[in-house]
């Protein structure tokens, strides 16, 4: 499995990104997908995930409103849509995949802002100014 983020960049406040993630090797109608971003010397935080087999997605109360998560199951990528940008979200955006073993993993995924997820992207840095 390999996933490919891309997308980051930098804006000012108050703008918008769409960071995308490109599976390959990674196909599940049960799974979990997620973003989720880390600043340096922090701990990681949990921001969207999104059920793979129906859809349903859950976000941190830090982006509610602001982020939408969606994917598009035809060409196996991941979408994060940001809007309303702030200075702090600021940091590295990861997207990870993984099994839903059980229902309601996709709140637990950002919870526990991906403990246990079997893959991961590279990242892509997201600066607001």
């Known amino acids: 499995v390999q996933l490919v983020e891309s997308g980051g960049g930098s804006v000012q406040a108050g703008g918008s990104l769409r960071l995308s993630c490109a599976a390959s090797?990674?196909?599940?109608?049960?799974?979990?997908m997620g973003w989720f971003r880390q600043v340096s010397g922090k701990e990681r935080e949990g921001v969207a995930a999104?059920?793979?087999?129906?859809?349903?997605?859950v976000y941190a109360d830090s982006v509610k409103g602001r982020f939408t998560i969606f994917q598009d199951v035809a060409k196996n990528t991941l979408f994060l849509q940001m809007d309303s940008l702030k200075p702090e979200d600021t940091a590295m955006y990861y997207c990870?995949?993984?099994?839903?073993?059980?229902?309601?993993?996709?709140?637990?995924?950002?919870?526990?802002?991906?403990?246990?997820?079997?893959?991961w992207g590279q990242g892509t840095q997201v600066t607001v100014s």
């Open positions: 990870a995949a993984d099994l839903a073993p059980w229902a309601g993993y996709s709140d637990y995924a950002v919870r526990t802002a991906g403990t246990g997820f079997a893959y």
């Open positions: 090797g990674y196909a599940t109608s049960s799974g979990c």
């Open positions: 999104i059920y793979t087999g129906g859809g349903s997605t």
